[in-house]
């Protein structure tokens, strides 16, 4: 018995490295995380690429901003610099490699970006998730059902649980986004970019005594005075941060619809639902994944 032959999921002809490739927006290692903040913010970006010269030295995200301003940090917002909490680990690939070889880092990495140089290593530019999932949209050739790379096992938080708690739960599972539900129904998402202008800065500056913001500061080590001081702020919960407005898809629709909400929507991950019930999630690591494979799923 003959099996039938699958559909090829991507084009032959890949799309060049050049013609994604773009010039970041670079910041110095002497900038605040007060000021890096402000300008991932205002351009709706998740990375900035911290250059010294020609040469790119590190990179800082929404998420290493969100480790970093701990209201119990026991340094100052103010005085903390992009070089104190940037990644200084690169993982770059030279300006003559292909789309896949990208894709396969950011996979092997978990990794949301790839840093382009020269031969000299000078910074040459910068492939994000997003630029993939673009190229899997241009790629695309055949029907890809979200239910055959969609993550099965989503990790969630309820509406009622604390801001500290869920931070927790994206660091401890080295995850980017978690979905808050109710009764087995989605009802919010919470991604690193909700902690930045909530929890770690309008908040603590909002309802904060700047007698209590001084002993914090100066005292690194969480103690039961601190605790109770700061109490309060364990009455924010997941509901007061998350995005209430959805974006949703099914199991059945295709990967190829769900890049197109992705890229339309500015968002990396999608919640699956079956009978108004999660179900999985699909991401731009899943897409990604796809062009890692060169289509060839298992």
Do not use: W
């Not at 991507?10 to 402000?38: F, M």
């Not at 630029?131 to 050739?141: M, N, P, W």
């Amino acid at each position: 018995m003959k099996h039938k032959r699958q559909p090829k999921i991507l084009r032959d002809t890949p799309v060049e490295l050049e013609s994604i490739t773009k010039i970041p927006i670079t910041i110095s290692p002497n900038t605040s995380i007060l000021d890096a903040r402000d300008i991932l913010l205002r351009y709706r970006i998740g990375r900035l690429v911290v250059k010294l010269g020609k040469k790119a030295i590190g990179i800082i995200t929404e998420k290493d901003i969100a480790k970093s301003v701990s209201i119990f940090s026991g340094k100052p917002i103010e005085k903390i610099l992009v070089k104190d909490v940037m990644s200084k680990d690169l993982v770059t690939v030279p300006s003559t490699s292909s789309i896949y070889d990208c894709a396969k880092q950011m996979i092997t990495h978990n990794i949301s970006s790839i840093i382009i140089k020269d031969k000299r290593e000078n910074l040459v530019g910068i492939i994000t998730k997003t630029d993939l999932v673009s190229t899997f949209l241009a790629q695309s050739t055949a029907s890809l059902s979200i239910s055959k790379i969609m993550t099965k096992k989503v990790i969630t938080v309820s509406p009622e649980e604390s801001v500290f708690e869920v931070q927790s739960v994206l660091f401890n599972n080295k995850i980017s986004r978690v979905v808050v539900t109710k009764n087995k129904r989605p009802v919010g998402i919470i991604t690193y970019r909700d902690f930045i202008p909530a929890k770690t800065f309008d908040l603590q500056k909002e309802f904060t005594d700047p007698t209590e913001q001084d002993e914090i500061s100066s005292n690194p080590q969480l103690n039961e005075f601190n605790v109770n001081q700061m109490s309060y702020l364990l009455t924010f919960s997941a509901k007061d941060i998350m995005t209430k407005e959805l974006v949703i898809t099914y199991p059945d629709n295709d990967a190829y619809t769900a890049a197109i909400l992705m890229i339309r929507h500015g968002i990396s991950g999608i919640p699956v639902i079956l009978n108004q019930r999660l179900v999985g999630i699909i991401t731009k690591s899943d897409i990604v994944n796809v062009l890692a494979l060169k289509g060839k799923l298992n």
